[in-house]
């Protein structure tokens, strides 16, 4: 597609149920990363996959999350046993691979009642 | 602490000039970044610098950076109602992640 494409746009969900957010990133980007936006804070970066390199996994908040990217395109943040912390923007971003200028998504906006 | 700290908010008069600064912290940052994020919106990459640079110009945008003091800045010059956003300025890290700054919101003020 034209640009990185998140969905849902917006999610509500209870305290305690599982969330998947989706990214589709642009087509022949191998680099992408989700990143998360929480009220009044800057971007707070959760994970990074490159090509078909181990993720980078050293900024998942704890073991609830969880993502993947599947044939190398589209990735699915998992999020178990929502909190109402977790509330916040989830962005993903892509970029090609050695390239560091990164296209962002729209975001997903999750909100945990 | 912080990687990239930002100062919180700005209000400026539509046609004068805004400058944002940021500081970060990480000399071996290859590429600094400004991102521009509408209210409702995605990140939208404004424009970025090489570090072996200290100027980039690209019409309306100046980038400044002072590598000594690790000190990044934008100035908007002719500011209109359209550039009233939170602008983020973000450092590379390793793995190409980006380090960001809290944001400064600039509200510009018809």
């Known amino acids: 597609g034209a640009g990185v494409s998140q969905s849902p746009s917006n999610k509500v969900t209870e305290k305690g149920k599982d969330v998947e957010l989706r990214c589709d990133p642009i087509?022949?980007?191998?680099?992408l990363y989700w990143y998360r936006q929480s009220l009044g804070q800057g971007l707070e970066f959760l994970i990074y996959?490159?090509?078909?390199?181990?993720?980078?996994k050293s900024g998942l908040p704890s073991d609830r999350f969880s993502a993947e990217r599947t044939g190398g395109s589209v990735s699915t943040l998992t999020i178990q046993r929502t909190q109402q912390e977790d509330s916040a923007v989830y962005l993903c971003?892509?970029?090609?691979?050695?390239?560091?200028?990164?296209?962002f998504g729209q975001g997903t906006r999750l909100t945990v009642v | 602490g912080e990687d990239v700290e930002q100062s919180l908010f700005l209000s400026v008069r539509e046609g004068d000039s805004s400058v944002i600064n940021c500081t970060y912290t990480?000399?071996?940052?290859?590429?600094l970044y400004w991102y521009k994020q509408e209210p409702g919106a995605g990140l939208q990459l404004l424009t970025y610098i090489f570090s072996n640079m200290d100027m980039k110009q690209d019409q309306r945008l100046t980038v400044l950076l002072n590598k000594k003091d690790k000190h990044l800045s934008l100035r908007i010059a002719d500011t209109q109602t359209g550039d009233s956003a939170i602008y983020f300025c973000?450092?590379?890290?390793?793995?190409?992640?980006?380090?960001f700054g809290k944001g400064n919101q600039v509200v510009v003020i018809p």
């Open positions: 971003a892509s970029s090609l691979a050695r390239q560091r200028q990164a296209f």
């Open positions: 990480d000399s071996s940052s290859t590429y």
């Open positions: 087509s022949g980007h191998t680099a």
């Open positions: 996959f490159q090509g078909n390199s181990a993720p980078d």
């Open positions: 973000a450092e590379s890290k390793e793995n190409n992640r980006l380090a």
